[in-house]
């Protein structure tokens, strides 16, 4: 069988390499030449995800049986569309799907269906802009919906930082608006699901550690489980699964982000697909759970029972710590076999080759690797993942000394 995975970037990693160990056909799209995931690829595809026509025509060249679109959102809708014009099967509709990836069209179907959510605005122009923070007040998120990600993404604290975001917000826009949401300070969680047999099997709740600025929503690691009270659990899982419901999501992997409110938890935001943050291979090294292995079956229309979402072990906790390289051009990488000595690592991915330019860490594909590790306790989870991930060292030299 063959399978067209939209992406092959560090976040679409765990779904490529769980097609290529079932002996798929794995065709792979990124506009990157140098998209690490390319290495699991039987053919490869140097275009943009975000270009339906194009990835149109490779799925139809290349006779697909399926499309799977993880670790990003914009994708997940082209995928849903494609494979309903080529009849094939698919774990959600287009019609889902294009909700599911649009914040504002989400925003509208949640608020219908009396969700909690943080408070936002459409605006068209720096003007609606700025009235929207008299109404919402500072600090403020601007975002440009329906684009790649966290590169979409801006924090803005004052007007002047307002008036930036904006302008490059609606730059960036695939429509003639950008959403400004109120970021109310509450601590956040992220729920990773699967819909099995039309059941919400929760599978991990984990606890995100952001970025320092100037990077926003870009994590550095994710803990589970998360430091939450079982009834806070508990309604974090039942939000999550009424979102993703009322969205329409009814088949395949869920990943939401949550805020933790006084009177409950607030929905920010539910997407159908696999998390981009090696979500399911932290799921796997906590519970034995082979979350891409069932989003790649999913995605072919294979179908995925209650049972293979059960847990097979289950570990005192789980961590998955991001790597960040100095800045400049990378020329070796140290430490590898230290790190991996660590008791309790259970995988160490290295995104980038020797010759790769790292800027400042502004969006999750800045990032350089990751380190998964388990351990007795949650504590031991992130002592062993923070202790191998100092051990690796990224060699860099100044852009200039090698130009």
């Known amino acids: 069988m063959r399978l067209l995975v939209l992406g092959a970037g560090p976040a679409q990693l765990g779904v490529l390499a769980a097609a290529r160990r079932r002996g798929l056909t794995v065709v792979a799209a990124d506009r990157d030449p140098s998209a ?29 049986d399926g499309l799977i679109a993880p670790g990003t959102d914009h994708a997940v809708a082209i995928a849903a569309r494609i494979a309903n014009r080529l009849g094939l099967p698919h774990p959600i509709s287009p019609e889902a799907a294009a909700v599911a990836v649009s914040k504002l069209r989400q925003r509208e179907r949640l608020e219908t269906s009396g969700f909690a959510q943080p408070r936002s605005i459409a605006c068209r122009t720096p003007a609606e802009a700025a009235a929207a923070a008299g109404e919402l007040g ?15 993404v801006r924090l803005a604290r004052t007007a002047e930082e307002l008036a930036a975001a904006t302008a490059g917000a609606l730059a960036e826009a695939r429509g003639d608006y950008c959403l400004v949401e109120e970021l109310p300070g509450l601590r956040a969680v ?6 099995a047999d039309g059941r919400f099997v929760p599978l991990t709740i984990t606890d995100p550690e952001p970025a320092p600025q100037p990077a926003f929503g870009v994590p550095l690691a994710h803990t589970w489980p998360a430091d939450v009270s079982p009834e806070g659990a508990e309604a974090v899982l039942e939000a999550t699964a009424a979102a993703a419901s009322a969205i329409g999501i009814d088949g395949g992997p869920v990943v939401a982000q949550l805020l933790l409110g006084p009177n409950g938890p607030l929905v920010a935001k539910v997407s159908a697909r696999v998390g981009g943050g090696h979500d399911a291979e932290l799921c796997r090294a906590a519970l034995g759970i082979d979350e891409n292995t069932l989003a790649v079956a999913a995605a072919l229309g294979e179908p995925v029972h209650a049972h293979e979402v059960e847990p097979t072990m289950v570990a005192g906790g789980a961590c998955v710590r991001f790597l960040v390289a100095p800045r400049g051009v990378l ?3 140290d430490g590898i076999d230290d790190a991996f000595a660590i008791g309790g690592v259970r995988a160490i991915r290295v995104y980038r080759k020797p010759g790769h330019v790292f800027g400042e860490l502004l969006r999750a594909s800045d990032r350089a690797g990751v380190v998964i590790a388990t351990g007795r306790t949650r504590d031991d989870a992130i002592a ?6 100092w051990r690796i ?11």
């Open 190 to 195: 992220t729920v990773n699901a699967f819909i």
């Open 384 to 389: 062993a993942a923070e202790e191998s991930a």
């Open 138 to 152: 500072y600090p403020l998120v601007v975002e440009a919906p329906n684009s790649l990600g966290e590169r979409a």
């Open 331 to 333: 020329q070796q990488i």
């Open 393 to 403: 060292r990224f060699v860099t030299a100044p852009v200039e000394a090698v130009a």
């Open 36 to 64: 690490p995931g390319f290495k699991y690829a039987d053919r490869r595809a140097i275009v943009s995800i975000e270009d339906e026509p194009a990835i149109d025509r490779l799925a139809r060249a290349e006779e697909v």
